[in-house]
């Protein structure tokens, strides 16, 4: 199945590899991509719950090339996750 963004948050601001790090861990996101690497725009994910059928993941993404971008967006590919 095709995973559909449930949503998008979207935040202003340029982010140095300090601060990037300190995000990642508050979201407990797994590490990709480097910032000094213009064409890499996943810069973390976590797996929020898995079953046979459903998953749903949180990303972190680089929205534009020059860092001053960015969203968290929390995907699924099955039913609106509950709210809780």
Same mark, same amino acid.
């Given at each position: 199945?095709?995973?559909?963004?449930?949503?998008?948050?979207?935040?202003?601001?340029?982010?140095?590899? @300090?601060?990037?790090? #300190?995000? /990642?861990?508050?979201?407990?996101?797994?590490?990709?991509? $480097? %910032? =000094?690497?213009?064409?890499?725009?996943?810069?973390?994910?976590?797996?929020?719950?898995?079953?046979?059928?459903?998953?749903? @993941?949180?990303?972190? #993404?680089? /929205?534009?090339?020059?860092?001053?971008?960015?969203?968290? $967006? %929390? =995907?699924?590919?099955?039913?609106?996750?509950?709210?809780?």
């Amino acid at each position: 199945m095709t995973m559909v963004p449930i949503f998008d948050l979207h935040l202003e601001g340029q982010l140095d590899r @300090r601060r990037l790090e #300190w995000f /990642r861990k508050l979201l407990n996101l797994t590490p990709h991509g $480097r %910032l =000094t690497d213009t064409e890499d725009f996943e810069f973390g994910n976590r797996r929020l719950y898995r079953t046979a059928d459903e998953e749903a @993941r949180l990303t972190l #993404w680089r /929205r534009d090339s020059n860092d001053f971008g960015w969203a968290v $967006r %929390l =995907t699924s590919n099955g039913s609106r996750p509950d709210d809780a």
